[in-house]
């Protein structure tokens, strides 16, 4: 698996939680990145995306202001920091690399996709 999402848990409403996804094969500096979350019976939706330079984000409207998508291309790391967690953001959360550089809501803009982490928010 080329990227691997981690840091998902369990917390408790309000509580604060960030997201790493590394990309192993360093292949992904270039591109835009994204992360992505799937709740049970619901179809995967986009979170938030950034372009390769880091200086275009993008949000989905029910989380913009509570989470922070940025990323270290040194590192090949993805980060998505969540904070004002709602038990409405528990889902299985996915990293995803697209196809351009260009920051994209669009999950068909998404090549490479790697494993999810569970974020479980409690009430």
């Known amino acids: 698996v080329q990227l691997q999402a981690s840091g998902g848990g369990l917390v408790q409403a309000g509580d604060p939680l960030r997201l790493s996804c590394t990309d192993s094969?360093?292949?992904?500096?270039?591109?835009?990145l994204g992360w992505f979350r799937q709740a049970p019976g619901k179809e995967r939706e986009f979170v938030a995306s950034?372009?390769?330079?880091?200086?275009?984000?993008n949000y989905a409207d029910s989380v913009k202001g509570r989470f922070a998508i940025s990323r270290e291309n040194a590192k090949d790391t993805l980060y998505l920091q969540m904070n004002s967690l709602k038990p409405e953001d528990t889902a299985v959360y996915y990293c995803?690399?697209?196809?351009?550089?260009?920051?994209?809501?669009?999950?068909?803009?998404?090549?490479?996709w790697g494993r999810g982490t569970q974020v479980t928010v409690s009430s």
């Open positions: 995803a690399a697209a196809r351009s550089s260009y920051s994209s809501a669009r999950v068909d803009q998404y090549v490479k």
């Open positions: 094969r360093r292949t992904s500096r270039n591109n835009a």
């Open positions: 950034i372009s390769w330079k880091g200086d275009v984000t």
